[in-house]
Protein backbone atom coordinates (compact mmCIF):
# COMPACT_ATOMS: atom_id res chain seq x y z
CA UNK A 1 0.00 0.00 0.00
CA UNK A 2 1.25 3.27 -0.69
CA UNK A 3 1.31 6.03 0.87
CA UNK A 4 0.69 8.22 -2.45
CA UNK A 5 -2.99 6.81 -2.49
CA UNK A 6 -4.03 9.42 0.24
CA UNK A 7 -2.86 12.34 -2.08
CA UNK A 8 -6.51 11.54 -3.72
CA UNK A 9 -8.50 14.15 -2.32
CA UNK A 10 -11.49 11.29 -1.71
CA UNK A 11 -9.19 8.84 -0.18
CA UNK A 12 -7.23 12.01 2.28
CA UNK A 13 -10.70 13.26 3.50
CA UNK A 14 -11.50 9.56 4.47
CA UNK A 15 -8.62 8.86 6.45
CA UNK A 16 -8.49 12.26 8.33
CA UNK A 17 -12.06 11.97 8.97
CA UNK A 18 -10.98 9.27 11.15
CA UNK A 19 -7.97 10.06 12.63
CA UNK A 20 -9.25 13.72 13.65
CA UNK A 21 -11.31 12.37 16.72
CA UNK A 22 -8.77 10.29 18.59
CA UNK A 23 -5.86 13.23 17.83
CA UNK A 24 -7.98 15.97 18.78
CA UNK A 25 -8.87 13.78 22.34
CA UNK A 26 -4.77 13.13 22.76
CA UNK A 27 -4.40 17.19 22.09
CA UNK A 28 -6.48 18.00 25.30
CA UNK A 29 -5.02 15.21 27.31
CA UNK A 30 -1.21 15.97 26.67
CA UNK A 31 -1.73 20.00 26.41
CA UNK A 32 -4.01 20.13 29.56
CA UNK A 33 -1.19 17.65 31.12
CA UNK A 34 1.55 19.70 30.56
CA UNK A 35 -0.10 23.00 31.14
CA UNK A 36 -1.45 21.97 34.62
CA UNK A 37 1.38 19.87 35.61
CA UNK A 38 4.14 22.72 34.29
CA UNK A 39 1.73 26.25 35.92
CA UNK A 40 0.93 24.55 39.33
CA UNK A 41 3.34 21.62 39.98
CA UNK A 42 6.66 22.63 39.75
CA UNK A 43 8.46 25.09 41.70
CA UNK A 44 9.70 28.72 40.77
CA UNK A 45 13.46 28.50 38.96
CA UNK A 46 15.64 30.26 41.63
CA UNK A 47 16.85 32.67 39.35
CA UNK A 48 14.14 33.15 36.93
CA UNK A 49 11.28 32.69 39.26
CA UNK A 50 7.91 32.43 38.30
CA UNK A 51 9.09 33.64 35.03
CA UNK A 52 10.34 30.48 33.78
CA UNK A 53 6.83 29.28 33.38
CA UNK A 54 6.71 30.81 29.72
CA UNK A 55 8.80 28.15 28.29
CA UNK A 56 5.83 25.71 28.60
CA UNK A 57 4.13 28.02 25.80
CA UNK A 58 7.22 29.78 24.23
CA UNK A 59 9.25 26.68 23.34
CA UNK A 60 6.29 24.57 21.88
CA UNK A 61 5.40 27.12 19.75
CA UNK A 62 8.45 28.37 18.58
CA UNK A 63 9.12 24.71 17.59
CA UNK A 64 6.37 24.45 15.47
CA UNK A 65 6.78 27.39 14.28
CA UNK A 66 10.39 26.49 12.52
CA UNK A 67 9.10 22.80 11.64
CA UNK A 68 5.70 23.88 10.60
CA UNK A 69 7.65 25.88 7.82
CA UNK A 70 9.48 22.43 7.02
CA UNK A 71 6.56 20.42 6.41
CA UNK A 72 5.57 23.08 4.15
CA UNK A 73 9.06 22.90 2.46
CA UNK A 74 8.14 18.88 2.07
CA UNK A 75 4.73 19.51 0.48
CA UNK A 76 5.91 22.51 -1.89
CA UNK A 77 8.72 20.34 -3.13
CA UNK A 78 5.69 17.26 -3.56
CA UNK A 79 3.45 19.70 -5.74
CA UNK A 80 6.24 20.62 -7.77
CA UNK A 81 7.45 17.47 -8.53
CA UNK A 82 4.36 15.32 -8.05
CA UNK A 83 1.28 17.81 -9.16
CA UNK A 84 -0.62 16.27 -5.86
CA UNK A 85 -2.96 19.20 -5.09
CA UNK A 86 -3.40 17.73 -1.61
CA UNK A 87 0.00 18.66 -0.84
CA UNK A 88 0.22 22.20 -1.94
CA UNK A 89 -3.25 22.81 0.04
CA UNK A 90 -1.98 21.07 3.22
CA UNK A 91 1.07 23.47 3.42
CA UNK A 92 -1.55 26.87 2.56
CA UNK A 93 -3.83 25.37 5.41
CA UNK A 94 0.01 25.01 7.47
CA UNK A 95 0.92 28.22 6.73
CA UNK A 96 -1.99 29.69 8.59
CA UNK A 97 -1.46 27.59 11.63
CA UNK A 98 2.45 28.36 11.48
CA UNK A 99 1.81 32.48 11.51
CA UNK A 100 0.24 31.99 14.81
CA UNK A 101 2.82 29.68 16.38
CA UNK A 102 5.66 32.64 15.22
CA UNK A 103 3.76 35.51 16.18
CA UNK A 104 2.91 33.37 19.93
CA UNK A 105 6.88 32.84 20.17
CA UNK A 106 8.04 36.59 19.16
CA UNK A 107 5.36 37.65 22.01
CA UNK A 108 6.02 34.92 24.89
CA UNK A 109 10.00 35.52 24.30
CA UNK A 110 9.11 39.25 24.74
CA UNK A 111 7.72 39.05 27.65
CA UNK A 112 10.09 36.37 29.07
CA UNK A 113 13.16 38.26 27.80
CA UNK A 114 12.05 41.22 29.33
CA UNK A 115 12.89 40.61 33.19
CA UNK A 116 15.83 38.35 31.76
CA UNK A 117 17.73 41.10 29.30
CA UNK A 118 16.37 44.18 30.48
CA UNK A 119 14.87 44.65 27.25
CA UNK A 120 11.63 43.33 25.00
CA UNK A 121 13.52 43.00 21.86
CA UNK A 122 17.18 42.23 21.04
CA UNK A 123 18.68 42.17 17.15
CA UNK A 124 19.85 38.83 18.18
CA UNK A 125 20.85 36.77 14.96
CA UNK A 126 18.12 34.03 16.01
CA UNK A 127 15.77 36.80 17.46
CA UNK A 128 16.49 38.24 14.10
CA UNK A 129 16.21 35.29 11.59
CA UNK A 130 12.94 34.47 13.37
CA UNK A 131 11.34 37.90 12.63
CA UNK A 132 12.29 37.42 9.41
CA UNK A 133 10.68 34.02 9.52
CA UNK A 134 7.39 35.41 10.38
CA UNK A 135 7.33 38.07 7.06
CA UNK A 136 7.88 35.13 5.73
CA UNK A 137 5.14 33.26 6.82
CA UNK A 138 2.92 36.82 5.78
CA UNK A 139 4.23 37.04 2.58
CA UNK A 140 3.56 33.10 1.80
CA UNK A 141 -0.03 33.71 2.98
CA UNK A 142 -0.60 37.02 0.94
CA UNK A 143 0.40 35.26 -1.77
CA UNK A 144 -2.04 32.71 -1.79
CA UNK A 145 -4.27 35.19 -1.63
CA UNK A 146 -3.30 37.71 -4.15
CA UNK A 147 -3.60 35.21 -7.05
CA UNK A 148 -6.87 33.20 -8.29
CA UNK A 149 -5.60 30.54 -10.34
CA UNK A 150 -4.84 28.17 -7.50
CA UNK A 151 -2.04 26.32 -9.32
CA UNK A 152 -0.45 29.22 -10.40
CA UNK A 153 -0.46 30.39 -6.37
CA UNK A 154 0.21 27.12 -5.39
CA UNK A 155 3.60 27.24 -7.47
CA UNK A 156 4.64 30.53 -6.72
CA UNK A 157 4.01 30.05 -3.24
CA UNK A 158 6.32 26.95 -3.34
CA UNK A 159 9.29 28.94 -4.62
CA UNK A 160 8.58 31.28 -1.89
CA UNK A 161 8.78 28.26 0.90
CA UNK A 162 11.97 27.17 -0.55
CA UNK A 163 13.86 30.28 -0.12
CA UNK A 164 11.95 31.11 3.25
CA UNK A 165 13.59 27.68 4.10
CA UNK A 166 17.16 29.73 4.81
CA UNK A 167 15.40 31.24 7.49
CA UNK A 168 14.22 28.59 9.44
CA UNK A 169 17.30 26.59 9.51
CA UNK A 170 18.71 30.17 10.50
CA UNK A 171 16.15 30.16 13.25
CA UNK A 172 16.67 26.82 14.55
CA UNK A 173 20.32 26.68 14.32
CA UNK A 174 21.26 31.03 14.64
CA UNK A 175 22.72 29.98 18.03
CA UNK A 176 25.06 27.24 16.34
CA UNK A 177 26.10 29.58 13.87
CA UNK A 178 26.89 32.45 15.58
CA UNK A 179 28.60 32.28 19.63
CA UNK A 180 27.56 36.14 20.33
CA UNK A 181 23.97 37.27 20.88
CA UNK A 182 21.28 37.16 23.93
CA UNK A 183 19.95 33.72 23.42
CA UNK A 184 20.46 31.35 25.16
CA UNK A 185 21.29 27.99 23.44
CA UNK A 186 18.92 24.90 23.15
CA UNK A 187 16.79 24.14 25.86
CA UNK A 188 16.38 20.31 24.73
CA UNK A 189 19.16 18.72 23.69
CA UNK A 190 20.37 15.27 22.93
CA UNK A 191 23.19 15.74 25.19
CA UNK A 192 21.55 15.40 28.55
CA UNK A 193 23.91 17.70 30.60
CA UNK A 194 22.54 20.76 28.23
CA UNK A 195 18.51 19.76 29.27
CA UNK A 196 17.03 21.61 31.69
CA UNK A 197 16.05 20.05 35.05
CA UNK A 198 13.94 17.24 35.05
CA UNK A 199 11.60 19.15 37.51
CA UNK A 200 10.70 21.14 33.95
CA UNK A 201 11.80 19.34 31.27
CA UNK A 202 8.81 16.51 31.63
CA UNK A 203 5.82 19.13 31.80
CA UNK A 204 7.50 20.37 29.09
CA UNK A 205 7.33 17.19 26.90
CA UNK A 206 3.99 16.85 27.55
CA UNK A 207 3.21 20.52 26.20
CA UNK A 208 5.30 20.29 23.25
CA UNK A 209 3.31 17.34 22.29
CA UNK A 210 0.43 18.97 22.85
CA UNK A 211 1.31 21.87 20.37
CA UNK A 212 2.87 19.00 17.59
CA UNK A 213 -0.87 17.01 17.95
CA UNK A 214 -2.27 20.53 17.80
CA UNK A 215 -0.56 21.24 14.81
CA UNK A 216 -1.28 18.44 13.24
CA UNK A 217 -4.85 18.38 14.32
CA UNK A 218 -5.44 22.21 12.79
CA UNK A 219 -3.62 21.12 9.75
CA UNK A 220 -5.80 18.12 8.63
CA UNK A 221 -9.02 20.81 9.65
CA UNK A 222 -6.97 22.94 7.63
CA UNK A 223 -6.90 21.09 4.58
CA UNK A 224 -10.16 19.32 4.89
CA UNK A 225 -11.49 22.64 4.31
CA UNK A 226 -9.36 23.96 1.12
CA UNK A 227 -10.81 20.61 -0.12
CA UNK A 228 -13.90 21.34 -0.07
CA UNK A 229 -13.44 25.10 -1.17
CA UNK A 230 -11.38 23.90 -3.81
CA UNK A 231 -14.40 21.48 -4.79
CA UNK A 232 -16.92 24.50 -4.08
CA UNK A 233 -15.40 26.64 -6.57
CA UNK A 234 -14.76 24.23 -9.44
CA UNK A 235 -18.48 23.76 -9.22
CA UNK A 236 -19.18 27.16 -9.37
CA UNK A 237 -16.86 27.80 -12.21
CA UNK A 238 -18.42 24.85 -14.09
CA UNK A 239 -22.05 25.59 -14.20
CA UNK A 240 -21.01 29.44 -14.93
CA UNK A 241 -19.32 28.12 -17.92
Not at 2 to 26: C, E, H, I, R
Not at 58 to 83: D, E, G, K, Q, T
Not at 133 to 151: N, R, T, V
Request: charged fraction near 10%; hydrophobic fraction near 55%.
Amino acid sequence: MSLWQYANPVKFLNLSGKVLPTLSVLTVICLVTGMYWGYFLTPDDYKQGSTVKIIYIHVPSALIAINAWFMMLVAALIWLIRRHHVSALAAKAASHVGVVMTLIALITGAFWGQPMWGTWWAWDPRLTSFLILFLFYLGYIALWSAIEDPDTAADLTSVLCIVGSVFAVLSRYAVNFWNQGLHQGATLSLDKEENISDVFYFPLLFCIAGFVLLFLVLTLVGTRAEIRNRRARALVAREKG
